[in-house]
């Protein structure tokens, strides 16, 4: 009779709660975890709880949920947010019984824990101003929502942090009868002040859409749309400037316009050698300890020159100033060598750098590397890879007291898509990966730092 459907990305740690937590209701006959292409064990911990599992159809909660609407096989649908663990345990019955017993059409959830800075300050007044008679809610921007499953498949489901209200408009539109249920007292993620900025440009732009044939959209009103997205963000700034935040660089074809690897490869006729490590060693253990062989006998001064011969990307000095000057604080973490990252790190002055530590005797190069502790599993690291930059994350956050929320992460590589995604503001910065670009929160493809500057203020 009613089908739980619950959009997740990277949530092991809490996908298994809500699906039992589903299953456990009355009348739930059938859940469906709609994966967003998750890179941790969200899709084994939610068949283990006996769920439904379907990869979406393309990133983004709004295909997710349109592609859970279209599989499901009850009349009745629930949406659920897979990163709760505070649900009620009538929660289904809660959403539902008003739809049961036809005293709505829509119930739409509200709870205890204080409305956010969007809601307040974007969205309610945007529907006042846009929709005269728009019904008065508490959390129009709330996700945990139920109705029929005919009345989802005739509304556009919008991407972004715009899908939510999105849907309530519809709804309204269609004339369902809507009711917001009150759930209790809920804990979920805070959003970083950054990506507020972000959720309110994209939750205006939604209603901005919604409304273009009401009579409230004209000219003097975009004037007072725009004034209330200037006052949210620069709100979001100026409070921004009191956080504690963390800015992270990649270094090779990032900070760099180039790879040092290869760029020594060419210097020093190595090519060959490290092609064939590359393409058939997929352990990333030995394949950094055999590319470092390829250095042995080569002196600090020469590593250091290949590195500097490599093009600087442009406002490199320019970029880590205004991010001080915002409260960031400013690092590389690299999988390649300390030496190099140290040396750059001096240069433009870094607040720290992260990397391989490749072995000198007398300043010449062992051919020795040693990872450090800080690429591998360690209490509080947030994915599961056996080496990974997220782990160096984690640590640097650990250090500085500055949770992985408030991070901001820049990166060129497949090797960076885990701290891109994991971070709390990920850029996908001149990559050729497409991957990477899907799953990053930004994405520039010119090399040029000033191009950050939009997403730091």
Same mark, same amino acid.
């Given at each position: 009779?009613?089908?739980?459907?619950?959009?997740?990305?990277?949530?092991?740690?809490?996908?298994?709660?809500? $699906?039992?937590?589903?299953?456990?209701?009355?009348?739930?006959?059938?859940?469906?975890? $709609?994966?967003?292409?998750?890179?941790? =064990? !969200?899709?084994?911990?939610?068949?283990?709880?006996?769920?439904?599992?379907?990869?979406?159809?393309?990133?983004?909660?709004?295909?997710?949920?349109?592609?859970?609407?279209?599989?499901?096989?009850?009349?009745?649908? $629930?949406?659920?947010?897979?990163?709760?663990? !505070?649900?009620?345990?009538?929660?289904?019955?809660?959403?539902?019984?008003?739809?049961?017993?036809?005293?709505?059409?829509?119930?739409?959830?509200?709870?205890?824990?204080?409305?956010?800075?969007? !809601?307040?300050?974007?969205?309610?007044?945007?529907?006042?101003?846009?929709?005269?008679?728009?019904?008065?809610?508490?959390?129009?921007?709330?996700?945990?929502?139920?109705?029929?499953?005919?009345?989802?498949?005739?509304?556009?489901?919008?991407?972004?942090?715009?899908?939510?209200?999105?849907?309530?408009?519809?709804?309204?539109?269609?004339?369902?009868?809507?009711?917001?249920?009150?759930?209790? #007292?809920?804990?979920?993620?805070?959003?970083? +002040?950054?990506?507020?900025?972000?959720?309110?440009?994209?939750?205006?732009?939604?209603?901005?859409?919604?409304?273009?044939?009401?009579?409230?959209?004209?000219?003097?009103?975009?004037? #007072?749309?725009? +004034?209330?997205?200037?006052?949210?963000? %620069?709100?979001?700034?100026?409070?921004?400037?009191?956080?504690?935040?963390?800015?992270?660089?990649?270094?090779?074809?990032?900070?760099?316009?180039?790879?040092?690897?290869?760029?020594?490869?060419?210097?020093?006729?190595?090519?060959?050698?490290?092609?064939?490590?590359?393409?058939?060693?997929?352990?990333?253990?030995?394949?950094?300890?055999?590319?470092?062989?390829?250095?042995?006998?080569?002196?600090?001064?020469?590593?250091?020159?290949?590195?500097?011969?490599?093009?600087?990307?442009?406002?490199?000095?320019?970029?880590?100033?205004?991010?001080?000057?915002?409260?960031?604080?400013?690092?590389?973490?690299?999988?390649?060598?300390?030496?190099?990252?140290?040396?750059?790190? =001096?240069? %433009?002055? %870094?607040?720290?750098?992260?990397?391989?530590?490749?072995?000198?005797?007398?300043?010449?190069?062992?051919?020795?590397?040693?990872?450090?502790?800080?690429?591998?599993?360690?209490?509080?690291?947030?994915?599961? #890879?056996?080496?990974?930059?997220?782990?160096?994350?984690?640590?640097?956050?650990?250090?500085?007291?500055?949770?992985?929320?408030?991070?901001?992460?820049?990166?060129?590589?497949?090797?960076?898509?885990?701290? +891109?995604?994991?971070?709390?503001?990920?850029?996908? %910065?001149?990559?050729?990966?497409?991957?990477?670009?899907?799953?990053?929160?930004? $994405?520039?493809?010119?090399?040029?730092?000033?191009?950050?500057?939009?997403?730091?203020?």
């Amino acid at each position: 009779m009613i089908t739980v459907i619950i959009p997740a990305l990277n949530e092991e740690h809490t996908i298994g709660n809500v $699906v039992r937590l589903a299953k456990n209701s009355p009348n739930v006959t059938e859940v469906i975890v $709609v994966d967003d292409k998750s890179m941790d =064990n !969200t899709i084994e911990e939610a068949r283990k709880e006996g769920a439904i599992v379907i990869t979406s159809t393309k990133l983004g909660k709004g295909s997710s949920m349109k592609d859970g609407v279209l599989y499901a096989g009850n009349p009745i649908l $629930v949406f659920l947010d897979a990163d709760i663990i !505070t649900y009620p345990k009538n929660i289904v019955h809660l959403l539902t019984e008003p739809i049961i017993s036809n005293k709505a059409d829509f119930p739409k959830s509200c709870f205890s824990r204080q409305a956010g800075r969007v !809601t307040e300050l974007v969205a309610k007044p945007l529907l006042s101003i846009l929709y005269s008679g728009f019904p008065s809610f508490w959390q129009p921007l709330s996700g945990m929502i139920a109705g029929k499953k005919n009345m989802f498949e005739k509304i556009q489901f919008e991407e972004g942090y715009g899908v939510d209200i999105g849907i309530l408009i519809d709804m309204h539109q269609m004339g369902a009868r809507i009711e917001e249920i009150g759930i209790g #007292h809920i804990e979920n993620k805070m959003q970083p +002040l950054e990506q507020l900025g972000k959720m309110s440009r994209e939750v205006a732009a939604v209603i901005l859409k919604k409304s273009r044939h009401t009579d409230e959209n004209n000219y003097e009103t975009l004037e #007072h749309i725009q +004034l209330i997205r200037e006052q949210m963000e %620069f709100a979001i700034r100026e409070s921004s400037k009191e956080i504690r935040k963390i800015a992270i660089f990649d270094m090779d074809n990032t900070l760099l316009r180039g790879s040092f690897i290869h760029a020594a490869a060419e210097k020093f006729n190595f090519k060959k050698a490290v092609t064939e490590i590359i393409t058939t060693q997929p352990n990333p253990f030995i394949r950094t300890k055999q590319i470092a062989r390829l250095l042995k006998g080569k002196s600090i001064s020469e590593i250091l020159k290949v590195a500097e011969g490599i093009g600087i990307t442009d406002n490199t000095q320019k970029i880590i100033g205004l991010l001080k000057e915002n409260g960031f604080i400013v690092g590389i973490i690299s999988d390649s060598y300390d030496c190099i990252t140290n040396h750059f790190k =001096n240069r %433009f002055l %870094f607040d720290f750098s992260l990397a391989n530590e490749l072995e000198f005797s007398k300043s010449i190069a062992t051919g020795e590397v040693k990872i450090p502790s800080f690429f591998l599993p360690h209490e509080g690291n947030i994915c599961n #890879h056996e080496y990974c930059k997220t782990h160096a994350l984690s640590h640097i956050c650990s250090s500085f007291n500055v949770p992985v929320s408030d991070t901001l992460a820049i990166g060129d590589g497949e090797n960076d898509m885990c701290i +891109l995604k994991k971070s709390g503001i990920g850029v996908s %910065f001149c990559s050729t990966s497409k991957s990477l670009d899907d799953i990053a929160d930004f $994405v520039i493809k010119e090399p040029d730092f000033n191009l950050l500057i939009p997403i730091i203020q």
